[in-house]
């Protein structure tokens, strides 16, 4: 690819590029899916789906609450191999079909709210490009999310999501898939 070809339309990104902003306390991550656009979004907001790909390989997800839905809120558990257990929630403020725009907290750091939105773009023959930022009230906070690991959890995470949306077994843990509580 050539410096002035746009990634959006001349190749696959098979995983997802994560880039931090110079400007703003913002993360910008795009990735593509070979899967429609409706197949992406509902992976996004299917709670026992997303309880199946979110996060690092070696942890599981254990759905607390979630309503997916304009005003609706979220939290989930993600626990390690060892137990210990990273809880997380935010409220969904916008849903529509091919957009989500929602809070997110660690509850590890309860004074780090970011907003982020995920956009997703249909790139026609069956693949979608999702488009998401993350903007963070600093770039302390920024910083703490990028030294965390969440590369990580960003890369497993969508590599299992590609698993899930092919059909293929989904990596990690056989208790991803532990559920919901209301």
């Known amino acids: ?8 339309t ?5 995983t997802a590029t994560i880039e931090a902003d110079p400007e703003v306390p913002l993360i910008r991550i795009t990735r593509d899916f070979r899967a429609a ?3 992406v979004m509902r992976a996004h907001t299917d709670p026992e789906l ?3 790909w979110v996060g690092p390989t070696e942890l599981s ?10 005003g609706g809120a979220w939290a989930f558990v993600n626990i390690g191999p060892d137990g210990e257990e990273y809880s997380f929630h935010g409220s969904f403020h916008d849903v529509t079909e091919d957009r989500i725009v929602q809070t997110f907290t660690f509850d590890g750091w309860p004074e780090g709210v970011s907003l982020e939105t995920l956009r997703v773009e249909d790139l026609g023959d069956g693949r979608t490009r999702l488009h998401a930022t993350s903007l963070f009230d600093s770039f ?3 910083g703490q999310m990028l030294e965390s690991g969440m590369d990580v959890g960003v890369q497993e995470g969508y590599a299992a999501l590609d698993a899930l949306l092919a059909g293929a077994p989904v990596p990690g843990p056989t208790s991803r898939d532990v559920g919901t509580r209301e």
């Open 37 to 39: 656009p409706a197949q």
């Open 1 to 8: 690819m050539s410096s002035t070809d746009s990634p959006r």
């Open 10 to 14: 001349t190749e696959h990104l098979g």
């Open 50 to 52: 997303y309880a199946q």
């Open 140 to 142: 302390e906070g920024r």
């Open 61 to 70: 997800t254990r759905i607390e609450h979630w309503d997916a839905r304009t």
